[in-house]
């Protein structure tokens, strides 16, 4: 078990692997006083098969996961306390791996490409973001379970893979801006606000409910079925 801890006395903890890291073990990120320091990994590219978890400790401070080339084979988590994962210009690939939040935390996964498909797992009752300009890719077809996270795109989301259909069980909230060029179905609760697009067949199944709310953040809604 590796454990960054922000500290009162030693500041923001920080741990840069510039050659990279392979986690098979547990790396958590937390606070051991009650300031508000934050908790930070960095490394050119992460192979995690083991879990990599945000805690609160005795202060919910900030965790963040900076990652060049990230690839999730494990489980990577907001546990007890929100955690970022700033994907800027990189990829977090995690078609074979576990994505958790927990109960009122947050996980957001900031810019570039995210890859899920049907081997990914998102577990816990709290918030996926995904946020700012980034590409949703499906390496395979992809649903979003029932007692999965709810799933806001915060940022300007692109759903993309040629043949690959996303499916919605749970709760998925579009944020405006947002294009889907995959078939997407949506079989529980779909809500759009600001100007979204899907490119590919779109169904709203028996069951599904399909919201669109004008919002005063995000303008007049509209969902364009091209």
Do not use: C, K, W
Not at 42 to 58: D, F, H, K, M, P
Not at 120 to 135: C, F, I, S, V, W
Not at 169 to 189: E, K
């Amino acid at each position: 078990t590796l454990t960054l801890g922000g500290h009162g006395t030693y500041g923001n903890a920080g741990l840069n692997l510039a050659g990279g890291l392979t986690n098979a073990g547990t790396i958590d990120l937390t606070a051991v006083t009650y300031t508000g320091n934050t908790a930070t990994l960095t490394a050119s590219s992460i192979a995690n098969s083991g879990l990599i978890e945000s805690l609160a400790g005795v202060y919910n401070q900030t965790r963040n996961l900076v990652g060049g080339t990230i690839t999730n084979t494990g489980t990577i988590s907001a546990n007890s306390a929100d955690l970022t994962v700033t994907n800027t210009g990189t990829t977090l690939d995690t078609s074979a791996g576990t994505l958790s939040a927990g109960s009122g935390r947050s996980m957001t996964i900031t810019n570039g490409t995210t890859v899920f498909g049907t081997n990914t797992t998102l577990t816990g009752p709290g918030t996926l973001y995904l946020a700012g300009t980034q590409t949703l890719s499906l390496a395979s077809d992809f649903t979003l379970a029932a007692t999965g996270p709810s799933v806001v795109t915060s940022g300007a989301v692109t759903v993309s893979g040629s043949g690959r259909s996303f499916t919605s069980q749970g709760t998925l909230l579009l944020d405006g801006g947002d294009t889907v060029n995959t078939a997407f179905s949506n079989q529980a609760t779909l809500t759009a606000y600001g100007a979204n697009t899907v490119n590919g067949a779109f169904t709203n199944a028996l069951g599904g409910t399909l919201t669109l709310g004008g919002h005063g953040t995000y303008g007049n809604a509209g969902l364009n079925l091209a």
